[in-house]
């Protein structure tokens, strides 16, 4: 097969990744073979290509990529997956299932986990092996390249809609700090539950033309003022300097949730930006509960993703525009048949 190969982390503008002949992977006990159909990119595939994430965690060569759409060539023994399923594999690859935080229903804090794309082999490639109990069975109503974005950018956008802790969503007022892969979906799902959407973003030609289009109730740059207190926001940017204004727009009690893996430094600000119980907090991976949940919800609100589509061959082009915000909703990368191109 042929597979996009990290072998050193640098600036995905020196062209990183390595188009590369390689054997077809040989699944685990447990472990599903998948022939890759589609594979979405995100932030996260750039931090990790570009060293930016904790070092330790890195074993190279690798093949990124985490949001991974194709059908089962194998699968184990017993397993309610059979040969011919359309499936994906997330971001989240496999957990511990020992720690406290597992015991707990919190995987996405397992002490010992793995991570498609990073601690593993990923879906930069023409196939990919993952746990059984780790893939999601794909809706039908959604095509390949449509689905795609979902397995990250929009479970990662749903957990972060969650955190946002709102009791009651009809006419709740969400700042959402970023327009790409996982704004362009959560604004969906949080329209769909009856919230007002305000969007701070500082592309005009793509990002705040497609947030209007998708019904945002306001738009402005990353740094100005909605003009209404706003009751949560989420910041899926991964620029800290953001942070000090996001909180100057929550309401009383509002919160702000960090929607990235990595995130530049966030500077000092004065207490009374965090005062009247605002509340900052992150987001960590999700759990398989978050993504079987976010997938069905997408269905009924009838998400769509929009997506800019490259061959897999071309994948260092396709991160090169994603860094400079050059993708209008979200990247995927596409293989042909014979996983060769």
Known sequence: MYAQVLHECKPVTEDPLVWTEMPRPEPRAGEVLVKVQACGICRTDLHVVEGELDPGRYSLPLVPGHQVVGTIESAPQGSALQAGRRVGVPWLHATCGRCRFCRSERENLCDHPEFTGWTRNGGFAGYVTAPADFVYPLPPQLTDIEVAPLLCAGIIGYRCLRQCELDNWAGARLGLYGFGAAGHIAIQIARHRGAEVYVCTRDHARHQKLAEELGAKWVGGSFDAPPVKLDASIIFAPAGE????????????????????????????????????????????????????????????????????????????????????????????????????
Request: charged residues 20%.
């Open 242 to 341: 953001i942070v000090p204004a996001a909180l100057q727009a929550l309401n009383r009690d509002g919160r702000l949730v960090l929607g990235g893996i990595h995130m530049s430094a966030i500077p000092e600000f004065p207490y009374q930006d965090i005062y009247w119980e605002r509340v900052i907090r992150s987001v960590a991976n999700n759990t398989r509960a978050d993504g079987r949940e976010f997938l069905a919800e997408a269905v009924q609100a009838n998400v769509k993703t929009h997506t800019q589509v490259f061959p897999m061959a071309n994948a260092n082009d396709a991160l090169l525009a994603l860094k400079q915000d050059a993708i209008k909703g979200a990247g995927v990368l596409v293989m042909d048949r014979e996983g060769s191109a």
